[in-house]
Nanobody
């Protein structure tokens, strides 16, 4: 079992940057693909980015491609989401998740509690 704890959210002006972190417990972090999702008020949860177990393959939604970068440090059991050129529409609660395969439509078995990102205009 994996426990996930996100951090790094906050309030930022449009055009600014934030770096989210997700720390995982357990010794098997490197055996999981990792993903980031977000949910804005009144909207469904949506896929943001995912990364393979080794970090060699990444996936992004069209809405964040070119602005966000997902990465991982298996030695530190941590996955990151670097968010640049933030827009007000990026405002949401961001969740990290762990699963067997990366991608927007695969099943993720473990979820963090989320961290709030608010982008002011």
């Amino acid at each position: 079992q994996v426990q996930l704890v996100e951090s790094g959210g906050g309030l930022v002006q449009a055009g600014g940057s934030l770096r989210l972190s997700c720390a995982a417990s357990g010794r098997t972090f490197s055996s999981y693909a990792m993903g980031w999702f977000r949910q804005a008020p009144g909207k469904e949860r949506e896929f943001v980015a995912a990364i393979s177990r080794s970090g060699g393959t990444t996936y992004y939604s069209d809405s964040v491609k070119g602005r966000f970068t997902i990465s991982r440090d298996n030695a530190r059991n941590t996955v990151f989401l670097q968010m640049n050129s933030l827009k007000p529409e990026d405002t949401a609660v961001y969740y990290c998740a762990a699963g067997n395969l990366p991608g927007p439509r695969t099943t993720y078995d473990y979820w963090g509690q989320g961290t709030q990102v608010t982008v002011s205009s």
